[in-house]
């Protein structure tokens, strides 16, 4: 199975910063990653597909990047519906596997 | 407007079955998942269809216990768990293509 690990697993940031979260596999996945926020006792919200093209709704505050091995999120001027925890996933090949989550949590 | 909603979960004990379902409306039919929550913890996807159900993916775990199959006729996704143990307790969601997502259905396997 294609193992998806995040880095950092959590941060602190403050309202108005801007994060990055990383998401490495461990073989080579092509763009064939999405990103996924979940906020506390909500279901997870797909952000992204292809590691860059933005779902309808989703502000261009979220910036995904990265092919091949290593993907980024990046999302700028945080506010605090951003506060949540974030998933990437990978459609290469079957199973789907999600990495372990990074949550971003109010400085 | 895309609506998933989750239905079935309940409380089971160790060894029972469950069957969950998910009614579907807003769009045609397409590829469909299922992903769970175990409490406190991360995402893992369980299996998905295709439009006519001739397609089925399992992840090892689940594989010969979980069941996917879906209804077009009645615009509804299932999901027959069998053998439960422990482990399977958690939320489970379904999803169209992993796009958008239910709300989720809580499913616990306790004596």
């Known amino acids: 199975d294609i193992q998806l690990t995040q880095s950092p697993s959590s941060l602190s940031a403050s309202v108005g910063d801007s994060v990055t979260i990383t998401c490495r596999a461990n073989?080579?996945?092509?763009?064939?990653l999405s990103w996924f926020q979940q906020r506390p006792g909500k279901a997870p919200k797909s952000l992204m597909y292809?590691?860059?093209k933005l779902h309808s709704g989703v502000p261009s505050k979220f910036k995904g990047s990265g092919s091949g091995t290593v993907f980024t999120l990046t999302i700028s001027n945080l506010q605090p519906e951003d506060f949540a925890t974030y998933f990437c996933?990978?459609?290469?090949?079957?199973?789907?596997?999600f990495g372990q989550g990074t949550k971003v949590e109010i400085k | 407007e895309v609506q998933l909603v989750e239905s079935g979960g309940a409380l089971v004990q160790p060894g029972g079955s469950l069957r969950l379902s998910c009614a579907t409306s807003?769009?045609?039919?397409?590829?469909m998942d299922w992903v769970r929550q175990a409490p406190g913890k991360g995402l893992e996807w369980l299996a998905n269809?295709?439009?006519?159900?001739?397609?089925?993916y399992y992840v090892d775990s689940v594989r010969g216990r979980f069941t996917i199959s879906r209804d077009n006729a009645k615009n509804s996704l299932y999901l027959q768990m069998d053998s439960l143990g422990a482990e399977d307790t958690a939320v489970y969601y379904c999803?169209?293509?992993?796009?958008?997502w239910g709300q989720g259905t809580l499913v616990t396997v306790s004596s």
């Open positions: 999803s169209k293509r992993l796009d958008f």
């Open positions: 292809g590691a860059s």
């Open positions: 807003g769009f045609s039919p397409d590829w």
């Open positions: 269809i295709n439009v006519d159900g001739s397609e089925k």
């Open positions: 073989q080579v996945i092509s763009d064939s």
């Open positions: 996933l990978q459609y290469y090949r079957y199973p789907r596997t």
